[in-house]
């Protein structure tokens, strides 16, 4: 009895081999498909003549190379201007939404204050909260102070809004965590609560703070609701925004060119992503949810 | 208690930001559905209840909540079988197992309107998924046009694009049930399924929850999908209540009435979060 239950339990954790293994990969060969099919398509069908983007039969690899869509890209739109716009406000709701969320996530993990838990679950509601719910009000006021075609409302809004509160969640998870000891020595050694957060638990919480400025950046980057609401000029339009607008003047889209146009958008955002994958799934399963 | 001023300070610009951003809209949004607020007609009176009532009698928006619910009801339980599936697979040892984590999750990654775009030609009539099924004797229907594929291939896109995230969710969980447990179940000569039905389950019920509230709530935000896979056609077949709200409200600009309509969704969301927190005891074995 005692050995079979050996044997099995030593099944459990070895690694799997012969037919069992063959079977799952199999099994998620097939699963993988739909996942990594789009991507490889976009890319291929960018570089292809647009006869034959829909012609039978699909060819994988295109027969002919045609570079050029990619340069009709930067011809039919301020393209250049668009992916800078997408950048910069990325790059400033990241700033930001990293810096509020990691200092609220601290403080209610670390520092008891009046009403917090109160105050948390309350927080808590913007994570379920519809953006369409709110944009309507929000955009009754931009329009009203002038601010609605800029990009102010399209980085207040993913900077301080419901975002914030998703950033300021992960980072609270990963501070309870944190090992006490640390910062009650630190304050037997006259450190005050704020010196004790930027000298002691910052320093120890690079990871946790890639990967949220990672999941912000990637949250602006993908935004589309909100500035297609809010923007009408094409010099200030984000690529979410632009993509779906490469069309002829009758309005059909010009497949090639928009999935050149895609593959722009996209390919950055991959390649970190392969680069770094190991860091980034860790990451979220870190600053996730244990419990 | 001595630090609640530095910790006050250092929680108010996500605590302003939420009352800016989140709670004055709702507020706000509450008050708007009882005016007839239109900036192009100038008008904004308040209306009382007429909002509402002209909800009940909108046949497309009886019409848009059912879909909404179709749309729920078909991605909720797919999205979540498949990643917990996926992540028990790939919780087992093999070699490869990190590729495929990181290739379920790629989409995620991916812009919603880059990934709906490339969809919306894949799903072409001519387009190359009904030619790889035609490849194998399949005569595909049109996807975004005959009923009810629309439907079922904006579900579907949306799975495949945000599985990843409820797949890495439900991993995390499954790597934190102690090995301890299925060794002494073993001992008391328990099979994998009573392993997974006794240990597993009652162990990530409480991730199970928290997924099943984030997979609702976003399943009544879907919106780009929409927009650009089928524009909510054919006729209203793929109309969801948020792309109705949005083209009420930024389209038409009939602020009012799709202010009533947000305060539905909004009622809609938070009704199904509380019922299912309430109903927690009943599945989730450990408390959150």
Known sequence: ?291 | MRHWRTGLFMAAPVLLGFIFLVLYPVVSVIRDSFTSYNPLSGDAAFIGADNYTRLIQDETAIEVAKNTLIFACILVPVNMALALFLAILLNLHFRGRTTFRAIFFSPVIVSTVAWTIVWKYILQDDGPFNYFIGLAGVDGPNWLRDNPWPMISVVMVQVFKNLGMNMIFFLAALQGVPEEMYESSEIDGANRWQQFKKITMPFISPTILLVAILTIAGAFQVFAQVLLLTGGGPGLSTTVLSYYIFINAFQIFDLGYASALAVCLFVFVMGLTVAQWQIRTRWVFREV
């Open chain 1, 1 to 291: 009895m005692r050995s079979k239950t050996n044997k099995r339990y030593a099944r459990r954790n070895s690694k799997l081999t012969g037919w069992r293994l063959f079977g799952i990969y199999s099994l998620l060969l097939v699963i993988s498909i739909p996942f990594i099919f789009p991507t490889w398509w976009m890319f291929t069908a960018s570089l292809k003549p647009i006869e034959e983007v829909f012609v039978f039969p699909a060819s994988l690899i295109p027969n002919d190379f045609q570079i050029s869509n990619y340069a009709e890209v930067f011809r039919l739109q301020p393209f250049l201007r668009q992916y800078w716009n997408s950048m910069f406000i990325a790059i400033l709701v990241t700033i930001i939404s990293v810096t509020i969320s990691t200092m609220g996530g601290y403080a209610f993990a670390r520092i008891s204050f009046k009403w917090r838990s109160k105050l948390f679950v309350v927080l808590l509601s913007a994570l379920l909260m519809p953006a369409e719910v709110t944009l309507i009000p929000i955009f009754r006021l931009m329009v009203k102070s002038g601010l609605s075609d800029s990009f102010f409302p399209i980085i207040l809004i993913p900077a301080f809004g419901a975002h914030a509160v998703v950033g300021l969640f992960l980072m609270r998870q990963f501070f309870l965590d944190f090992p006490a000891e640390l910062e009650e020595a630190a304050e037997i050694d006259g450190l005050s609560r704020w010196r004790v957060f930027t000298k002691i638990a910052l320093p120890l919480s690079g990871p946790a703070l890639a990967s949220l400025a990672i999941i912000s950046f990637l949250y602006s980057w993908n935004l589309f609701l909100e500035p297609l609401v809010f923007l009408t000029e094409p010099n200030k339009y984000t690529l979410p925004v632009v993509l779906p607008q490469f069309t002829d003047t009758y309005g059909a889209p010009i497949f090639n060119v928009q999935l050149a146009a895609t593959s722009l958008s996209v390919i950055p955002v991959m390649i970190v992503f392969i680069m770094a994958q190991r860091h980034f799934i860790r990451g979220i399963t870190m600053t996730g949810i244990k419990s």
